[in-house]
């Protein structure tokens, strides 16, 4: 039996487009979630700030979750069930309770999102105590498990997440002893300053940086490099907050290929992977953007999905986007020979002053004078000629 | 338990891999044995942290104990890995020449490989290294090829000696530190936070500890000075990049690194080789792994590119001596197991064998177990049967490394639960993957709060 579509991730992004599929009539849609509920991370985030671009509300992050499975009505959702292999063609190994099955499916969706990276992976110095995790574990923690594993943390990072990070510990009546940024500013700026004000007492250290973490079975400390000089905060916990990186631990083992600036699948303008059986849309594309406009791409991409079943994909002729100087990523990494004009997104990883420029060859496409921070999305809209270009798209920025 | 009053034949004081293994040796020699460990778990220090290699011992100094011993060790691992249910992944090693200097080495690295008794080892072609190892630098030089090398899972096989001589009549007692003892009428009275512990022979195995523990009996003849060894373990998509261990040519001036596969699938590059003042907790710095890093895409250009699981550091048991200091004592009823430097998940098996004979030669008889109960460990590694294949799974608590309830729950009851975060980790891979707990710290502490306390605290009145 081959199935219509299934899509790998019940989160925003894979919930939004099972809804869109569902809703213009695809009957056969299945949607493999490997946790034991649906709903994507939003489920362990309590406070609110959910659902405003995709529902127009402010919901909290668990009726987020909740309503976000109750719209995708009647589509089977099977949890308990992981993706072990991602194979040529459109299959999938899938391992549930019940053994282990190969599926397989004219169109595969992967919405499998992001993490934050741990404290070892962004090789953060010291000994290797209890007491250290990141947001998403520590909010899983709260909202999920009514535990904490410390009392007075320190929070690494000032990410939207960051502050997150802080409500949560609010919430668990939990003091952070400070919070610091590597950078001289905060990277949240608006709503940051904002939450910061709320919780005045945690005091924000910009210019700084972790040097180690102390404590032998649990953290008793973390020494910093504030404007140079070292200092010691004594904490009993670390919140390493944000970095986030695609979730694609299994998909990376496959045939598909990751693109090394988003670390995520590299899809073309149509949202189709290296191998066109499969598609991708939400976080897991890059870190990071808001679940509601995940969950935008998950319907975008259940409509590209939608006119690849009832028509063939267009012909195989792409025009490679590769990001240049001064960019951290841009995607789609691939334009296809579609119709209409092409949007692009890219990323900067820090404070960007300078000329952004598309050149295809000698060709200069676009070009505009920009100032870009990491935390915002760049959004290019190209006409529709580039479509046909005749070498790579190349995406810069020079001083 | 026995009596409280009769004395244990033997008390072992340390639960590395040397204290497990030579428990185990000692419970199946028909021995009344206790290990003692000061941590709340077993294999908490030098052994926590190695490179998780099975050695043929082919670069080991000819004719020295450490020789002997890793060759035997080696042998004896194979010979009952089955019966304990204990993996090994028979990778070889290809050990890489990257300068003339080091392909002029090789010749006398085989030789001494064959003085050593490991004769398989034999020069290669860059050709036929490359056809091997299509992943390397192109600019490699030459090598010499170790087949007998393999990876094993570092951790179960120290828990499995230790749950053997359990299921045979064993004791270990975690969390009791000796701090003193005196001997008296040939009978040691070891005073340990958890009282007095008397035994008729000590046997000193407490890996980076051990010349402090030595003084209880005598005047140290050596001294420790632990060597850090710093790690990074890549993802298992890097995995693909490599086939066998790389070794590097030995030299002077500079270690190399190794680069291998994990039993867990991972691919690992280390270990650095810093002499420390510290017996334990050693740190991981940023700077040093980064170098391991370059190091290991400088061999492996694909690696660069690979994401990181994690790092971690060790420290080697090192002496100021080269080779193993194992003697008995016969005046003190004191045997010293020291200076099992880096090959002692290797040497466990043979140093147990070794001490078991310096016993019945200075000490006593033996008489041999003549039918021992076996246990069987569950596997973790990477390829084989794991719990998660198996219909009517329970649910996974840790995806990245595809952890099952029952494994979770498994680990935290049995004759040799984990008594901490760490040694749940070791015993079933929870927490050790990509994502380091981002997905199932929650999860896991529900599972295992009551019984590794003080991991976490209730919120009050909560949600």
Redesign the interface.
Known sequence: MIRAVTIVGAGPAGLTAARTLHQAGVKDVLVVE?N?EAGGLPR?CGHPGWGMLDFHRFWSGPTYARKLVEAAGDVEIRT?S?V?AFQRGGVLVV?G????ERVQSRAVLITTGI??T????R??????P?GV??T??FQ??????????F?RPAVIGTELVSFSALLTAR???IKPVAMIEAGRRIVARRPGDLVARMLLGVPVWTDTSIV?IEG??RVTGMVVSRGGREERIDCDGVIVTGKF?P?T?VL??SHIDID?GT?GPSIDTGWRCSDPAYFAAGNVLRPVEHSGRAAEEGALAARAILRSLRESGPAGSFVPVRAGTGLRYVYPQRINADHGPVKLYGRVSENRRGTLRVSSGSRVILEKSVNLLPERRLTLHLPESVRLASEALCVSIEP | MGAPDRPYDVAIIGAGVVGCAVFREFVLAGLRTVLIEKDADVINGASKANSALLHTGFDAAPGSLEAGLVRDGYARYRAIREQLGLSLLETGAVLAAWSDAELAALPEIIGRAHQNGVTDVRAASVQDILKMEPHLAGDLKGGVLVPGEGVIDPWSAPIAYALQGLANGGRVLRSTEVRAGSLADGIWTLASDNGDIRARIVVNCAGNFGDLVEAIARTSPFEMRPRKGQFVVLDKSASRFLNAILLPVPNERTKGVVVARTAFGNLLVGPTAEERRERDYPTTEAAVIEALLMQGSRMIPALSHEPITTTYAGLRPATQFKDYQIEAVPDRNWISVAGIRSTGLTGALGIAAYVAGLYAERFGPIEVIADPKWVSMPNLTEGLERPWMQPGRSEIVCHCEMVTRSEIEAALCGDLPARSVGGLRRRTRAMMGRCQGFYCTRRTMELAKDRLPDLVQQLGGRQ
Do not use: C, K, Q
Request: aromatic residues 6%; without cysteine.
């Open positions: 490997r034991g362990f308990n992981s072990v391992n309770s019940g053994g282990t993490r934050e741990s404290r070892a992976a090789l953060i110095s010291g000994t290797r209890w995790t990141t998403g574990a899983e923690m709260v909202y999920r498990g009514g535990m904490t594993p009392r919430h668990a009546g180690r032998r079975d990186t979730e631990g990376r083992m090394e670390d």
